[in-house]
T-cell receptor, first 115, second 112 residues
């Protein structure tokens, strides 16, 4: 299996622009997680989906952030408009319900820089 | 606000010696604790875990210790190897749901 796939790997954009991050979970996994990594706060869970349904989005920082999972093999995290403080590494992870819940498999991340 | 804290952002250890990474948490309802390891340009990978009913879990060179009264856990790596150089994240979870609370990470450098 190719593992969790994220694109792009790096994104540089100007403040005010819309940014879309993409994730393809491991085939057969039915839970998907979006995390943000910063030096100050470490890894923060933004939102997670189970069977394509958002279960907990309490970690989404504000209305500028939105996430969708239109089908079992694709999810997006959108920031509109982007701000410099959104600069971070964004990780997507997937897991299979029923397995030990610590078995989340992370993608390589998208490094976002907003200037 | 940070429920899981790793107060040492970095640690350097000589090859062959012991590496000790520390983690503190604030929520006494956490009952599952994990360590993840992250190499540059890669996502974190699961390393070792411990349930709150135990105080020690060992897996090869890696041992995690849990002190519930102090709300403290530590990861011991013996002997340390250069390939262990990575960022280590501590995480905690309650008994329900998939939510992990991660620390800020400790960057370990093992010097050959």
């Amino acid at each position: 299996d190719a593992g969790v796939i994220q694109s792009p790997r790096h994104e540089v954009t100007e403040m005010g622009q819309e940014v879309t991050l993409r994730c393809k979970p491991i085939s057969g996994h039915n839970s998907l997680f979006w995390y943000r990594q910063t030096m100050m706060r470490g890894l923060e869970l933004l939102i997670y989906f189970n069977n394509n349904v958002p279960i907990d989005d309490s970690g989404m920082p504000e209305d500028r952030f939105s996430a969708k999972m239109p089908n079992a093999s694709f999810s997006t995290l959108k920031i509109q408009p982007s701000e410099p403080r959104d600069s971070a590494v964004y990780f997507c992870a997937s897991s299979l319900e029923g397995l030990p819940f610590y078995e989340q498999y992370f993608g390589p991340g998208t490094r976002l820089t907003v200037t | 606000d940070q429920q899981v804290k790793q107060n040492s952002p970095s640690l350097s250890v000589q090859e062959g010696r012991i590496s000790i990474l520390n983690c503190d948490y604030t929520n006494s309802m956490f009952d599952y604790f994990l360590w993840y390891k992250k190499y540059p340009a890669e996502g974190p990978t699961f390393l070792i875990s411990i349930s709150s009913i135990k105080d020690k879990n060992e897996d090869g060179r890696f041992t995690v210790f849990l002190n519930k009264s102090a709300k403290h856990l530590s990861l011991h790596i013996v002997p340390s190897q250069p390939g262990d150089s990575a960022v280590y994240f501590c995480a905690a979870s309650g008994s329900t749901g998939n939510q992990f609370y991660f620390g800020t990470g400790t960057s370990l450098t093992v010097i050959p």
